[in-house]
């Protein structure tokens, strides 16, 4: 069994004895760390101080990050290392994302890539990294392969501008809210739920999932700021999934289907889990909720500052949730909304 530890210079005869097999072999060497010398023992302590130090102090326009060296106490070995970037800073980090790892030539192929990935996504989740980015050359069959058994979704194809080869992205979220959670909301085996698989809406523009819920027995109620329930025994909340959107919409009906609210999630993406077969939002934590007269308040702002200030989100996702807020103020027709989600509130 296998285990992330810090560097140290107890195992300074084992790391030699990987970096040597390492560089005889002749390929590539990452995660980065491992690049820095370590022939003779005072190298190694600059190495080592060097790693400790750029968990705070990091060079210019680089983040922060944490190096382990992935360990096997049986053998007493060192198979790899990992490095953990605590945000995306610069283009490099925007190419790569948080998680660089790699095992040594003679350790390949037993499984111990995918069990380090996923011990340094654990390590990324501690550091309250709530979406994991990692990326690999196109061609490097079988780190795609480990990216994509550790559950991370394909994000883009880009371009890696020092060699001009072609770099697939992923992310791994725990943001991830699904129709688990909705159904929470009820006591088991009071909660009907109907499924309407890929529904297509010309007018409204939607195309996607809808999952209907009606409530016929609840704990407690829910209630807003006016003493209303939004959630009640005999309330129907209808889940919209538009796979093209960056939003989820709920529009909640009371026991007498009439509109309480609707309520939209601000997501970086809204998916499909090819597991369960579930949809699911990536939240991005900003809410917009409009009322039945067409009154609207935006939730979660200060949620959204907080994550942002404390590199739980990017940069980029901070502006997307923002304009995506903003688009969905400024383009909501209270009517039209009113139209597309009355057609679902029956059935």
Not at 114 to 138: C, F, H, N, P, S
Request: glycine share 6%.
């Amino acid at each position: 069994m296998i285990e992330l530890i810090k560097p140290s210079k107890e195992l300074y005869k084992q790391y030699k004895d990987m970096m040597d097999e390492w560089h005889k072999e002749g390929g590539k060497i990452a995660p980065w760390p491992l690049s820095l010398e370590y022939e003779d023992e005072e190298k190694f302590d600059e190495t080592l101080r060097y790693i400790e130090d750029v968990e705070v102090n990091p060079p210019e326009e680089y983040s922060t990050s944490s190096t382990y060296w992935v360990y096997d106490r049986e053998s007493d070995q060192l198979i790899g290392a990992t490095n953990i970037r605590h945000q995306i800073v610069g283009e490099s980090g925007n190419l790569w994302g948080h998680i660089g790892y790699g095992i040594r030539p003679s350790e390949r192929r037993k499984g111990y890539a995918t069990q380090t990935l996923k011990l340094a996504m654990e390590k990324a989740k501690e550091r309250g990294i709530k979406v994991i980015y990692i990326a690999a050359y196109t061609e490097n069959i079988g780190s795609i392969k480990t990216i994509e058994s550790c559950g991370f979704d394909f994000e883009d194809t880009l371009i890696d501008s020092e060699n001009g080869k072609e770099v697939r992205k992923y992310s791994y979220s725990y943001r991830k809210k699904s129709t688990e959670d909705t159904k929470m909301y009820g006591k088991n085996g009071n909660v009907d739920i109907r499924v309407m698989e890929w529904v297509s809406d010309i007018i409204y523009g939607f195309m996607g999932d809808i999952w209907i819920y009606k409530f016929n027995e609840v704990e407690k109620e829910a209630l807003l700021p006016s003493g209303k329930p939004f959630l009640a025994s005999g309330y129907t909340w209808i889940e919209f999934y538009d796979y093209k959107a960056n939003n989820r919409l709920t529009a909640m009906y009371d026991e007498n289907k009439q509109i309480v609210e609707w309520y939209f999630d601000v997501a970086r993406k809204i998916g499909k889990d090819a597991k369960t077969n579930s949809p699911y939002e990536d939240d991005l934590y900003l809410d917009i909720v409009f009322m039945p007269d067409g009154s609207s308040i935006v939730l979660d702002q200060d949620e959204l500052e907080e994550a942002y200030k404390t590199n739980q989100i990017t940069e980029d996702d901070y502006r997307k949730a923002i304009a995506e807020a903003d688009r969905i103020k400024m383009e909501t027709d209270i009517e039209a909304l009113r139209n597309f989600t009355d057609k679902w509130k029956t059935l």
